[in-house]
């Protein structure tokens, strides 16, 4: 007889203990154990949340190489079945080897799972026929359970889903993240102190009830922003650094739909329009996915979205200032085009349209379609077409980590027919969709990767461009990681060309992450490993980094209303010398619609206790010492650059944290 010394360590997570007893079957290329009762002096603790417990198999002889595990548990006679976590087992063989089997799955009920070795297998290399027959096994369950949906058409498709309970249970919310995110959506007024208002119809008064209202929850940022937002240098520095950095490019040729002149801006350094232009210090930013889309009716009343175009100025004192703004698209007598040199609230509320347009911007192109419903198609892509073995598997599914579930739930609570954005923002309703349709159809590959995107819009040399900075260093820092990892396991092209699986992964995202419009430049398949080493890297930085850009500072830089209203209620002025602060207060959105607004932007800007760092991997999916290795020296350098940013914001009025303090996945 030989003893295999098993090891079996379950999750230090809320609920995954077991009081089940649990059986294990080891299979090798020479045979497989008979199924074993793992029995210990702990008893029933020895699957207590956090255990490590020790057992042994016996067997008549050795049974070659381990190949996979079959793990599978019976409750108690008269004790109720219930779920356990176990993270990983680890089996020493009587040669002295040691096998690593990753589980990191709910096993819930009594049916026999199949868990393969640790080592990473692209689909060409795993010739075991026991091997090939898990891993066709795993994949047909997961088509099963992972299955697309059309929510909308014309916009990514989605897991499909009739409630979160459906989500396969290792996708699922953590208890604990269940338990903080209901208690925070469902008393999100009540922690703001603004719960009183949430049925209050009325208009602003003045801006000093905002003022009372605004005190309630403030951060360092959003007390700048109060402060600020009437500025124009403030107003200008938005586009580089707050929540939408992807707006701004750089403009070399006035639209002609924007006759700006040079005896209609004042220009410091008294040069002309088309002088600083050919020296790249002028800037648009052009709105025209907003244009004629129909807008929402709240309280009763028509709520108005423009199209704007605003062209910005670099000083020679490298401030971004506004000098013209044009509401609507296409020029006429009552679209007048505004100036710094009107009257005061001609200007502020010129503005004012500006940042609101830029919430619905914002929101349905820059954050959810571009962040959110991409990653869940890389996510629903990967657990359809990619078996635990795989070493992209391995890479990638810590970066799905609660995507599918807070995706639902965005569906739910927020662009439903009663959701949140749908009844109390000017592009509710269908008005979003005609949004999301317009910007998934000009979406490209590169504007996705951060280095082409830069480059495309021609803002490699603004000064004080901290989106810019932090996030080409991110990616950089990312794009050696994947590198490090993919090119350890994939050494040509032809392995690239060769690996069926990883093929099918990218042909699932293009049709139905991309509509299979070939426009995009998303790539079809995959032909070389630098092709899949940016993919990936793309990837990683749209769950991580760029979410965190988008999405962490929305209450920084939306909870002072007056900064980002998510709707405006009356519509702007067509002539010039009439607006006045009472015009203003009456466009800003009532005070209920204020309130929600607050609410779901501290919502969404509130970090989970169970948050995980981008570079921190407690699931230890590799066994292979390079990855392990790739991991650490990944994580040495994201220390790095969190160490060089904090250095720089000391200096800085307004510190730029987005892309440092950043987590794994798309999870909130």
């Not at 209609?264 to 244009?291: K, P």
């Amino acid at each position: 007889m030989v003893k295999y010394e098993v090891s079996v360590t379950t999750a230090n997570l809320a609920q995954a203990t077991t009081m089940n007893n649990v059986f294990i079957k080891l299979v090798g290329t020479d045979g497989e154990s008979k199924r074993t009762w793992l029995t210990s002096l702990k008893g029933t603790a020895a699957f207590y949340l956090g255990a490590e417990s020790k057992f042994s198999v016996s067997c008549p002889t050795s049974l070659g190489k381990l190949v996979l595990i079959e793990v599978d548990k019976k409750p108690l006679p008269l004790f109720p079945e219930d779920s356990w976590f176990p993270s990983k087992v680890e089996i020493k063989s009587p040669e002295g080897d040691t096998y690593r089997f990753p589980i990191y799955r709910w096993i819930s009920d009594s049916e026999v799972k199949l868990f393969r070795e640790g080592t990473a297998l692209r689909v060409f290399e795993d010739s075991h026929h026991l091997g090939k027959y898990s891993r066709e096994k795993e994949l047909n369950l997961r088509e099963k359970q992972y299955c697309w949906d059309v929510y909308a058409e014309g916009i990514p498709h989605c897991i499909k889903v009739d409630n979160p309970l459906d989500l396969p249970s290792e996708v699922r919310f953590s208890f604990t993240k269940t338990t903080e995110f209901l208690f925070t959506a469902s008393t999100g007024l009540t922690e703001l102190k603004l719960k009183g208002l949430s049925d209050c119809k009325q208009n602003w008064t003045d801006i000093d009830a905002i003022s009372r209202v605004f005190c309630c929850k403030r951060t360092g940022i959003s007390d700048y922003v109060q402060k600020h937002w009437r500025d124009d240098a403030f107003f200008g520095y938005q586009f580089l650094n707050g929540v939408n950095p992807l707006m701004i490019r750089r403009c070399s040729v006035l639209p002609k739909n924007f006759p700006v002149t040079d005896d209609m801006v004042f220009l410091r350094g008294s040069r002309s329009l088309a002088d600083e232009m050919q020296t790249g210090n002028i800037f648009l930013c052009d709105y025209n996915r907003l244009d004629g889309v129909k807008t929402s009716v709240i309280n009763g009343k028509k709520q108005y979205l423009m199209a704007p175009l605003v062209l910005l100025h670099q000083t020679p004192d490298d401030k971004l200032m506004p000098i013209a703004i044009q509401l609507k698209q296409k020029p006429a007598d009552d679209n007048p085009i505004f100036f710094p040199t009107d009257s005061e609230y001609d200007w502020l509320l010129a503005k004012i349209f500006v940042r609101s347009a830029e919430f619905s911007e914002h929101q349905l192109n820059v954050h959810l379609l571009r962040t959110h419903l991409l990653a869940e198609v890389f996510s629903v892509s990967l657990l359809r077409n990619l078996p635990m073995v795989h070493p992209l598997y391995k890479l990638l599914v810590p970066h799905t980590r609660y995507t599918l579930q807070i995706n639902y739930l965005a569906r739910l609570l927020l662009i439903a027919k009663d959701g949140v954005f749908t009844k109390f923002a000017a592009s509710g309703g269908e008005g979003m969709f005609t949004i999301l349709k317009r910007s998934l159809s000009s979406l490209t590959y590169s504007s996705l990767c951060i280095p082409d995107d830069i480059a495309e819009r021609g803002l490699e040399s603004v000064p004080n461009f901290y989106y810019r900075d932090d996030g080409l260093r991110l990616w950089d820092i990312i794009h050696r990681f994947v590198q490090g990892v993919l090119g350890h396991y994939y050494k040509s092209d032809a392995e690239v060309q060769q690996d069926s699986e990883l093929q099918k992964w990218i042909q699932d995202i293009f049709v139905h992450g991309f509509l299979s419009q070939a426009s995009t430049g998303i790539p079809q398949s995959f032909g070389t490993v630098a092709e899949l080493v940016k993919f990936v890297t793309m990837v990683i930085f749209t769950g991580s980094g760029q979410h965190s850009a988008v999405n962490t500072g929305q209450y920084d830089y939306g909870g002072w209303m007056p900064n980002t209203p998510i709707s405006l209620q009356r519509a702007p002025p067509t002539t010039k010398g009439s607006s006045s602060e009472s015009t203003m207060l009456q466009t800003f959105p009532d005070v209920n619609t204020t309130v929600q607004g607050m609410s779901t932007m501290w919502l969404l800007s509130k970090q989970s206790s169970d948050f995980v760092a981008l570079g921190q991997y407690p699931e230890e999916h590799f066994s292979e010492e390079i990855p392990r290795k790739v991991i650490k020296d990944f994580q040495g350098e994201l220390e790095v650059l969190s160490a060089v940013v904090k250095a720089r914001n000391q200096s800085l009025d307004v510190p730029y944290t987005y892309m440092v303090e950043v987590e794994n996945s798309v999870a909130i």
